[in-house]
T-cell receptor, first 116, second 112 residues
Framework: GAGVSQSPSNKVTEKGKDVELRCDPI?????LYWYRQSLGQGLEFLIY????????KSGLPSDRFSAERTGGSVSTLTIQRTQQEDSAVYLC??????????????FGEGSRLTVL | SQQGEEDPQALSIQEGENATMNCSYK?????LQWYRQNSGRGLVHLIL?????REKHSGRLRVTLDTSKKSSSLLITASRAADTASYFC????????????FGRGTQLTVWP
């Protein structure tokens, strides 16, 4: 596609419900990243995929958070039993990770999650 | 933990003035990147400077890198109201695995 696509753009859910956030990266990009941004804050790293594998899951805040990537393309971030502190904008980015360098990341517009 | 620390946290200037934002980091890096984020939007890449480079230009943007001081600056010349946004620096902490570490950003407001 032309850019990184995320859905839904907005999600309001009740505490305790599960949510799924989807990211469709730029075609051909091998690396995919999930970040979280709380109001007025910087970006908190969640997880990174190279192909379908996740070499770095160190940023996932708890075992309620999980992510997968299939076919080296679309990724889904799942939050189980949502809590109010999960409210944030979840940003997905992709890049073509060449050898020996971390290049430019292309970000989606984000999924704004509000947990009531 | 934050790798990049931008300062100032907020900057307010008039159109036509130059805006300078700084970023400090703690570890070795392969490259440092600057991103811009308009309110409610995703981040947009502005410029990448490699560790063996000292200065880079792109249009009205000028980025410098001082690896001895572990710092970088982003200069926007002749600012416009449309430059109003948050600006973030990001580093790779010397890793080639692809993860970028972002600072908290500088909120720039340019008044017409």
């Amino acid at each position: 596609g032309a850019g990184v696509s995320q859905s839904p753009s907005n999600k309001v859910t009740e505490k305790g419900k599960d949510v799924e956030l989807r990211c469709d990266p730029i075609s051909g990009h091998t690396a995919l990243y999930w970040y979280r941004q709380s109001l007025g804050q910087g970006l908190e790293f969640l997880i990174y995929f190279q192909g379908n594998s996740a070499p770095d899951k160190s940023g996932l805040p708890s075992d309620r958070f999980s992510a997968e990537r299939t076919g080296g393309s679309v990724s889904t971030l799942t939050i189980q039993r949502t809590q109010q502190e999960d409210s944030a904008v979840y940003l997905c980015a992709s890049s073509f990770l060449g050898a020996g360098d971390t290049g430019e990341l292309f970000f989606g517009e984000g999924s704004r999650l509000t947990v009531l | 933990s934050q790798q990049g620390e931008e300062d100032p946290q907020a900057l307010s200037i008039q159109e036509g003035e130059n805006a300078t934002m700084n970023c400090s980091y703690k570890t070795s890096i392969n490259n440092l990147q600057w991103y811009r984020q308009n309110s409610g939007r995703g981040l947009v890449h502005l410029i990448l400077i490699r560790s063996n480079e000292r200065e880079k230009h792109s249009g009205r943007l000028r980025v410098t890198l001082d690896t001895s001081k572990k710092s970088s600056s982003l200069l926007i010349t002749a600012s416009r109201a449309a430059d109003t946004a948050s600006y973030f620096c990001a580093t790779d902490r010397g890793s080639t695995l692809g993860r970028l570490y972002f600072g908290r950003g500088t909120q720039l407001t340019v008044w017409p």
